[in-house]
Structure formats: C-alpha cells, structure tokens
C-alpha cells in the first residue's frame, strides 16, 4: 500500500521525534489553507517543548533541520519554522506530479487510506422515519448525512452495513388505530354515540381504510387522522385512555392476527405498507438505499418479542429499580450525573429505551455477521444526545460495549421562522413537496421549456425544446438525458446545502437558501464537472508526461489540492464529517474555474502545456466526481 505525501511527512517527522527522546505522542501534520504558508505544516514542536525542556521555537528548528538533511526519499524543497514554533513545508512540483498518478476513475485512490481499517464492521443506522407520519424535511437530514458517511467508511475500508431504525412500534399506534377507529373523517368528529357504547365502529373504520387505500398519498390521510385525534383529545379526555387500550391490545397481540381483517394487527401492518409506498419513492429519489433486513432495516417492531430477554438481564442488576409510580428504571453512578432511565412505564409498556436495547443486543449477540467488536453508529437529531449517552452508558455498564463503540452522530434540525416543526399540529413541510419544488427550480436553471410531467412526454419524440444558453436559437435534446440532468441538479442543491455545513447546526427553512442554485451549492459544483467533461471532449488524444517547464501558480494550486484528495475523505471520514469533504471539493472547483479561466488549455502554446493542462482537467474531474458520490449527489457530463 502507497502512503500519501500527508503520511509520509507524518512519518518521517514521527521517527525525527523518537529520536528526540519523545514515543507518546501523536503527529499531526495540517494541510495549509493559504499557499503561501507551505502546502503543510506541523505544530509538533508546539507540543513536545515542554518535555524536551527546550524553547518551541528551537525544538522547530531542530526537526527543520534533520528534514532538510534528512534522506527520506519525499521531494521536500523547502522547510521553515514560523512563529513561536510552527513548521511549514514545500514540496517539490515533482512531487505534487507523482502525487496524482494514481487518480483513475477507480476507487484505487483510496488505498492510501484503507490501511488497517479495512475488514472493521461498522453499522451506520440513519433516515429512521416513523410509520403513520410524514416523511418531512426534517428527515431529510438523518437521510442524506447518515448515508454519506456510510459511504465515507465504505471509501476507507469498513465493512458497512446500513441499518434504517423505522419506527413501526410504541404508543402512538395506539392513537392511529383509536382515529381510524373513532373519527369520521366526513364530520371530522367521533362516530355517533361513541362514548359509552361503541357502536358503528367497525363500519366507520371499514369507510375510513377504504378512503385511504384509494389515496395517493395515504400518509397524508393518516396523518390528518393524527391531527384530529390530538384535537379532539381536548374535547374527550377518555381518548387518550382509549389509545393506550389501544396500543395494550396491539402489544398482547400475536402475528396470527395480522391475516385477522381489521384486528389492531391487521390495522397497524396497514399502516407499515402504506408508509413504504411514500418512502420506497422518496429514497428512489434521493438514491439512498439500506442493506439491511432485504433493505427496509430492522424497524422497532422485528424487536418485540426480544424484548423480554432485556429485562430478565437488568432484573438481575443492583442499578436496575422501581421508580416513581410503579415504572422501572435504571440508576447511573453518580459520576455519571445522569438523570435516571427509564425502561417501562408504570403500566408496563416499552419505550424507545427497552427497544433500542434489544436492538443493540440483537446487533452484538445474535447476528453473528456483525461481531462483538462492530462499530455502532445512530445518526439522529441533536436533542436525544442525552438519551444516548444514557443508552450507551447503560451497554457499558451491562458489559455489552467498550467506550467508544457506540456513537451519535448529532445533527440541528430545519425548524420554520416561527418556530419548530409539530405533527401532532399538522405543522410540518412534506419532503415530497420539497422534492416537486427542487425540480421545478432546476427545469428553470436548465432553461427548459416546459411544465409536463416524465410521463405526459411521450407524444414529443422523445425530445424537449431546450433554450440554448447565450443563443436566441433553440435546440433539441433526448428527454430522457434532461429529465436525469433535472432529478441530478435539484437532488444535489438540496444535499448539498445540507452537507456544506456542520451538521451540529440548525438550518431554518427557507426556499431561496435550501435550494440554491448558485455560489456554493450543489450546482455550482456539478456545473464545474461538466466544464471539465466539455474540455475533454473537445481534446485530441494526449500524451501523459512531466516534463520539465514553468508551473504556473494556478496549476500548482490545482496541484496541491488534488494531491490532498484522500487524506480528505481519510478525515472526513474519521470525524464522520461530510461538510469537511464539501469545503475541499469547493475550493478545488474554485481553483478549477480560476485555471479555466485565466490559461488557456485547448489553445495553449506547446503541446506539453496543452497535455499537461488536460491531464489536470481530467484529474480535476475525476476528483469532482468521486468526490459529489461519496455525497451521494450525481455529477452529469453536460449541464
């Protein structure tokens, strides 16, 4: 395995500091951010003064020097020390040159970076919707970062395995059930006579099931459904008794049930198929799929019946307890400082809490694929970071996992101007509008001229009328190619706004910034592959070589950039960072279009020029590329 120019300053500077008498301590070496500070630096010398007894700035000097005499074999040309103690280092154009051989339209690149991670499992469980609710804007988020960073790990060598946590069980069924039930959805209020006797209860939920099979949007039907009860809760306050009985009977139910017309069983596995129609089409669209459980993911419910293994675990444990009011609980060490965790109610049904265990249990004891030493990760919203780090405290403490085997990848939340989103308040954006609106917004940049729908064009030839950019003429172009361009541009916008930035951070809901189509968005950057794509196509065969000549500043810069590529996706990936990879591909699109636009490659004087210009271009777009995918986001060869 080759070692990039990262790793190999890494080491040499590694082995400099053992010499020095100093084995405990990790190298960090930095790319710059501004050329003009080298093309990395180090602030080892920073770190290990101290213990050497020695000035910063000295100990810099030092390594400075054993690197300029050093015989490593890495094309350094120049070594300097700065400020307190910084080291900063340039690298030989060769070098940079050498660097880029191995970008193919392969995954080679990425072999620098496997190392011992390869073979290392990891389950990433991400988009986790819930059954019976809308698939909103905000579950946009968990979607698209949880899939990207699946795809990082996969880059570097995991094992991954793509879990989706549906939430298919808990108390909210039993007031979907109680709706359907209960409400006519004609009088938007209880069926007559309801309260105390029961009665037509099973014909108004025959009427109700009927009016939601003929939908094509059945969520959004059950979802009202949801709202009214939570209305209507105020006027009855024996309705939330009612949904409780509810959930009870659908818990003590057995599957048989499921072919029983109309039982709770029946209902609520109505429900789940209802459900996957909407998102069996949202994750079409977004191209993100799971691997796990024939690529639904095992959703609470697969977790019923193992339940009870967990706790007949924790009653054999001193932490586990009655708390308040009958509920079970479990008590931390008061180093901890967690509050107490609760594992049933008092009337003895689960909670996200027991579920998530026999999740957890089932992952590192009972599928024998996983291993006990797999790597957990739960990209879920920043508010359940307390409930995790109880979660995760609880399996250390049952012995299941080491510290660090459990991670929560946190993220902030679209929220509207006013406020959060609520369901039970109907207040929320449907992904499935957001996704019509994305495209409609990208026909417009595309200057496609025309409002139908993929299936109204089939009596057009196969052909659209395009406006050519910049021409008062028209041209024509396959359907088919536009609609894919149209899906790739709007798909990316939207993952792209969300990647660019931490995803600790809230995003409010606005349409202009969410799908952005310029500065530095999603477009923007497939725009800058398909400019590379362009050039290439309009180029001769050409000859790969390094032959000796001036490099022009924004050569080198592109240089630079490009020989970081997989030391980037190293980080990102580490860090479960995918904004870490957008600034890169950003800055390497802008550098790309500043070469475009201030030297000529086509046209350029000397054929070694024009060669070497190209072979940057065709680097550039492979990186582009590679890059947008790890992201999930499609690059097409013409815009």
């Known amino acids: ?290 691997t796990e459980n024939h690529g639904r993911g095992y959703g609470e419910a697969f977790f019923e019946n193992r339940m009870v293994f967990i706790l007949d675990e924790l009653k054999k444990k001193p932490f586990y307890k009655e708390g308040k009011e009958g509920a079970k609980i479990v008590e931390f060490p008061k180093e901890s400082k967690f509050p107490p965790l609760m594992i049933l109610k008092k009337d003895g049904a689960t909670l996200y809490s027991t579920r998530d265990l026999a999740t957890d249990r089932f992952r590192l004891f009972e599928y024998k694929e996983y291993g006990r030493d797999v790597l957990i990760i739960n990209e879920v919203g920043i508010e359940q970071e307390l409930y995790f780090k109880q979660l995760y405290k609880l399996e250390e403490m049952l012995g299941w996992v080491k510290p660090g085997q459990r991670v929560h990848v946190k993220h902030g939340h679209y929220r509207f101007k006013e406020g959060k989103m609520s369901t039970r308040k109907g207040n929320v954006i449907w992904l499935e509008d957001v996704l019509r609106e994305a495209k409609e917004r990208a026909s417009k940049l595309q200057n496609i001229e025309f409002p139908m729908q993929r299936e109204q064009i089939k009596d057009f030839g196969g052909n659209v009328i395009v406006k050519k950019h910049g021409a008062a003429g028209k041209t024509k172009i396959k359907t088919a190619e536009v609609f894919d361009i149209i899906d790739a541009v709007a798909i990316g916008a939207l993952k792209w706004n969300d990647l660019k930035r931490d995803s600790k951070q809230d995003i409010t809901f606005d349409w202009d910034e969410i799908l952005n189509m310029q500065g530095n968005s999603g477009p923007y950057l497939q725009y800058t592959y398909a400019r590379t794509q362009s050039v290439l196509r309009k180029s001769e065969e050409r000859e790969v070589r390094n032959e000796k000549f001036a490099i022009e500043p924004e050569e080198r810069e592109l240089l630079r950039l490009l020989s970081q590529f997989s030391d980037v996706v190293a980080e990102a990936a580490n860090r479960y960072a995918p904004h870490l990879l957008c600034t890169y591909l950003f800055d390497l699109a802008q550098a790309f279009n500043l070469f475009y636009q201030k030297l000529p490659i086509l046209k350029a004087d000397e054929k070694n020029i024009r060669d070497f210009r190209l072979n940057l271009t065709e680097k550039t777009g492979i990186v582009l590329k590679q890059g947008l995918a790890l992201l999930g986001i499609k690059a097409p060869d013409r815009m």
């Not at 103690?85 to 970076?113: A, C, H, M, P």
């Not at 959805?185 to 109700?208: A, Q």
């Not at 009016?211 to 009860?229: G, Q, T």
């Not at 309705?239 to 109309?262: H, P």
Request: aromatic share 10%; charged share 30%; glycine share 6%.
């Open 1 to 290: 395995m080759s070692r990039s120019i990262k790793q190999q300053l890494i080491k040499q500077v590694k082995e400099i500091v053992e010499d020095l008498g100093i084995s405990d301590i990790q190298v960090q070496i930095e790319a710059s951010s501004d050329p003009a500070h080298g093309d990395y630096s180090t602030n080892i010398a920073l770190l290990i003064a101290k213990k050497l007894g020695k000035n910063p700035r000295e100990v810099a000097e030092e390594i400075a020097e054993k690197i300029r005499n050093g015989k490593s074999g890495l094309g350094v040309e120049k070594v300097e020390v700065a400020g307190p103690g910084f080291i900063n280092f340039w690298l030989k154009d060769k070098e940079l040159l050498n660097s880029i051989d191995s970008l193919r339209n392969n995954n080679t690149i990425f072999d620098t970076v496997k190392s011992d991670l390869t073979g290392k499992k990891v389950i990433v469980e991400y988009s986790s919707p819930n059954i019976a609710k809308p698939f909103t804007v905000g579950h946009l988020r968990s979607t698209i970062i949880g899939d990207a960073i699946a795809n990082l790990l996969d880059a570097v060598g995991y094992t991954v395995f793509r879990d989706n946590h549906i939430g298919d069980w808990g108390t909210q069924f039993g007031k979907q059930i109680a709706a359907l039930k209960f409400i006519d959805y004609k009088t938007k209020d209880l069926v007559k006579d309801h309260i105390g006797t029961n009665l037509n209860d099973l014909e108004n939920l025959k009427s109700n099931i009927k009016l939601i099979d003929s939908s094509n949007r059945p969520v959004k039907l059950l979802v009202e459904f949801y709202v009214l009860f939570h209305e209507l809760e105020e006027k009855y306050a024996s309705l939330e008794d009612l949904a409780r009985a509810e959930f009870k009977e659908l818990e003590l139910s057995r599957e048989w049930q499921e072919d029983q017309e109309y039982s709770n069983r029946w209902i609520w596995k109505k429900c789940i198929e209802w459900s996957w129609k909407e998102f069996n089409e949202i994750y079409e669209q977004l191209g993100v799929s799971f």
